[in-house]
């Protein structure tokens, strides 16, 4: 049998600063009709509440302490005041009784009035708060399908702020809050529709894309196919303006030269002029061919050896005709040569040894007359 000078511990959680919590109530102990002022120490962040012979609660908030411990005081409750966190997770109906909304919830409860915990006799703090949760938001989050979280998360939550706090009936003040989503095989068929979503628009974004690349490419090889076919056109047009240029001769072929390139000036001077002296070289072998040229009868060779000789004049400088007088006139000297064209010409005689311009080949003798033919 107890003495009645010590104080009984009916109830001690051992409870540190560090410990989580369900009963903020830490000890209770009942005292002795002569308790004395002391007893087991209490920390100082812990409320006091003692009980009266009468069923009454009085408190001392810390750092508050009794001096003396009155006979009416029948027992003292040691009341945690700290701020205690919970994190735990509820389920709500939705509209479909086979699905569930899986809500998880965000708690931090503190004891404000000792007393009033005290006289509401509850031990599990948690459970107490969700159950008051679980009430006030079952309703709303059965009017929603599964597919609709988003709204019945903020109807629930505008609900439950609207209504009666947390925990107030047993002298709590609650910061809570929650995030209401679909259950995990929802989400687990979400998450396939989805990916199921991005494989198909990966695949038609892959199908665009190498069908822009085929353009592209079809493009780029249409290009060149037009500027190759540009640069064929362009070589044609070159090569018909350098055969065009080239087929008339040296002269024009040097012009051409010298547009683009003017520094070779002294060399296509030099060019034409070895040019004109083969050409000079040319025309005198023919008219000294021509003019000893021998098996041909005097008057055949009449119009031949008058050519050679003016090609022979124009060689040398000298326009004027070999049978126009120094004084005739040239039209006088056109009308005798129409003359001499048109009635047969006769051999002329041989020139004389200075005049080399007159000078003819000596005629063959004619070779002699079958019998029976005449001469």
């Known amino acids: 049998m107890a003495t009645p000078m010590r104080h009984h511990t009916d109830w001690d959680q051992r409870a540190d600063r560090h410990t989580l919590l369900k009963d903020p109530v830490v000890t209770v102990r009942q005292l002795g009709r002569l308790g004395l002022p002391g007893g087991p120490p209490c920390r100082i962040d812990h409320a006091l509440v003692y009980t009266t012979r009468r069923g009454g609660f009085e408190t001392y908030l810390p750092p508050d302490r009794p001096r003396r411990i009155p006979r009416r005081y029948t027992a003292v409750y040691e009341v945690d005041m700290g701020v205690h966190p919970v994190r735990t997770g509820v389920r709500l109906p939705s509209s479909d009784d086979a699905q569930e909304f899986d809500v998880r919830v965000e708690l931090e409860w503190q004891v404000t009035d000792p007393a009033g915990f005290v006289r509401s006799g509850h031990r599990d703090v948690p459970r107490l708060l969700l159950?008051?949760?679980?009430?006030?938001?079952?309703?709303?989050?059965?009017?929603?399908?599964?597919?609709?979280?988003?709204?019945?998360?903020?109807?629930?939550?505008?609900?439950?702020?609207?209504?009666?706090?947390?925990?107030?009936?047993?002298?709590?003040?609650?910061?809570?809050?929650?995030?209401?989503?679909?259950?995990?095989?929802?989400?687990?068929?979400?998450?396939?529709?989805?990916?199921?979503?991005?494989?198909?628009?990966?695949?038609?974004?892959?199908?665009?894309?190498?069908?822009?690349?085929?353009?592209?490419?079809?493009?780029?090889?249409?290009?060149?196919?037009?500027?190759?076919?540009?640069?064929?056109?362009?070589?044609?047009?070159?090569?018909?303006?350098?055969?065009?240029?080239?087929?008339?001769?040296?002269?024009?072929?040097?012009?051409?030269?010298?547009?683009?390139?003017?520094?070779?000036?002294?060399?296509?001077?030099?060019?034409?002029?070895?040019?004109?002296?083969?050409?000079?070289?040319?025309?005198?072998?023919?008219?000294?061919?021509?003019?000893?040229?021998?098996?041909?009868?005097?008057?055949?060779?009449?119009?031949?050896?008058?050519?050679?000789?003016?090609?022979?004049?124009a060689v040398f400088g000298q326009h004027v005709p070999v049978d126009q007088g120094p004084g005739e006139p040239e039209a006088a000297q056109g009308g005798r040569n129409r003359a001499e064209r048109a009635t047969p010409s006769v051999p002329a005689p041989a020139p004389a040894a200075e005049d080399s311009s007159a000078w003819q080949p000596a005629v063959p003798p004619k070779p002699a007359a079958a019998p029976g033919e005449l001469r």
């Open 131 to 313: 159950g008051e949760l679980e009430q006030a938001a079952r309703p709303v989050s059965r009017r929603f399908p599964m597919d609709a979280s988003a709204a019945a998360e903020a109807e629930v939550l505008a609900l439950v702020q609207e209504g009666k706090p947390l925990g107030e009936e047993a002298g709590l003040r609650v910061m809570w809050t929650i995030r209401l989503r679909r259950d995990e095989d929802s989400i687990a068929h979400a998450r396939r529709l989805r990916a199921i979503e991005h494989a198909t628009a990966e695949e038609v974004l892959t199908q665009q894309g190498g069908a822009r690349a085929d353009q592209e490419v079809a493009r780029r090889a249409k290009a060149q196919q037009q500027q190759s076919l540009e640069l064929q056109e362009y070589e044609a047009l070159r090569i018909d303006f350098y055969r065009e240029y080239l087929t008339r001769g040296g002269i024009d072929a040097w012009a051409m030269h010298l547009v683009r390139h003017p520094e070779d000036s002294a060399k296509a001077l030099n060019s034409l002029r070895e040019d004109q002296r083969d050409r000079l070289r040319a025309q005198m072998e023919l008219i000294k061919e021509m003019l000893t040229k021998a098996g041909t009868e005097p008057f055949e060779l009449e119009g031949p050896r008058r050519l050679a000789i003016d090609a022979f004049h």
